[in-house]
């Protein structure tokens, strides 16, 4: 049988760390998807003026202060991207690029992404663009797929996708490629936007066009409204209350997921706040049943 989780914290900041170590100090199973270096945004940070206790603080100090707490307390940071949340009822499906995990309530505290979009992306988005290969492998088997990843993590996919698909091309969207299965045509080049008609036909890029069956964009943050179907968003952010609730019964928010200002002390005492609250409410709908 599948193990249930009491939370599952999406994302690895200020706001998902603080989460998860209130979690856990109330007892909760807890598991958390993110990356081991916590946050580019923290550990690209030069220097920090207003976290509390910790004056001129560089971001890498910060962080390795984050990570010797969670360290002390076993937990653990799983690498996996989430795809997507889905609320059923009574409890919560977590689909990553992996595998599909279960919780009775979500933190996502995912951050916000500065990369823009591709022109052409949401138009084709459940038209031959997608965000998730593995997901749709059955669809492309013996296809030609394009997949741009902007991150190193993109690779297990295009390297999966290279035994099912007829043809993979690859364009990186950062420096240092890993190692990448010898199918796989890797091209260098900056998109410019996704044409076709009723279907995605190609992708435009700064030096050449790629046509494909079907394109996939993988980036570290999924955007808001494909991450969690169903979950109200204002002004660009997760709408919540001063709980941290979103509208979606079980499901909280915290950082800057929520809006600014993006400040690392406010995303720690969200992630506190929407821990708290993530506790109250698994314990007020679900503690009680099994006691009676």
């Known amino acids: 049988m599948q193990t249930r989780y009491d939370i599952i914290i999406v994302g690895s900041g200020p706001a998902g760390i603080s989460a998860a170590v209130n979690s856990v100090i109330r007892n909760k199973k807890v598991k958390v998807f993110g990356s081991k270096n916590l946050s580019d945004k923290l550990t690209k940070a030069p220097r920090i003026d207003n976290y509390l206790g910790f004056y001129q603080a560089k971001g890498p100090e910060l962080a390795k202060r984050f990570t010797d707490h969670i360290d002390e307390m076993d937990i653990e940071i799983d690498e996996e991207n989430v795809e997507a949340v889905y609320a059923l009822g009574t409890h919560f499906a977590v689909a990553t690029n992996k595998d599909t995990y279960e919780s009775t309530a979500v933190i996502v505290a995912p951050g916000v992404s500065q990369k823009k979009k591709i022109p052409g992306e949401d138009e ?156 109250r409410y698994i314990d007020n709908n679900f503690q009680q049943k099994k006691s009676s």
Do not use: W
């Open 124 to 279: 084709f988005l459940g038209k031959g663009v997608g965000y998730c290969a593995t997901c749709d492998a059955p669809i492309y088997k013996n296809r030609s797929i394009a997949i741009v990843g902007y991150e190193p993590s993109a690779e297990h996919e295009v390297n999966f996708m290279a035994d099912v698909a007829s043809e993979v091309t690859y364009i990186p969207r950062y420096k240092e490629l890993g190692e990448i299965d010898e199918r796989v045509r890797v091209i260098k080049g900056r998109p410019k936007k996704f044409a076709g008609e009723e279907k995605v036909r190609s992708l435009q890029l700064d030096n050449q066009e790629i046509e494909a069956e079907g394109f996939f964009v993988l980036r570290e943050a999924v955007a808001l409204d494909q991450l969690v179907p169903g979950i109200r968003i204002a002004d660009h952010h997760y709408e919540v209350n001063r709980n941290m609730e979103t509208n979606i019964k079980g499901l909280f928010a915290a950082g800057d997921v929520t809006g600014e200002p993006y400040q690392y002390m406010k995303a720690a005492g969200e992630g506190q706040v929407a821990a708290l609250n993530a506790v």
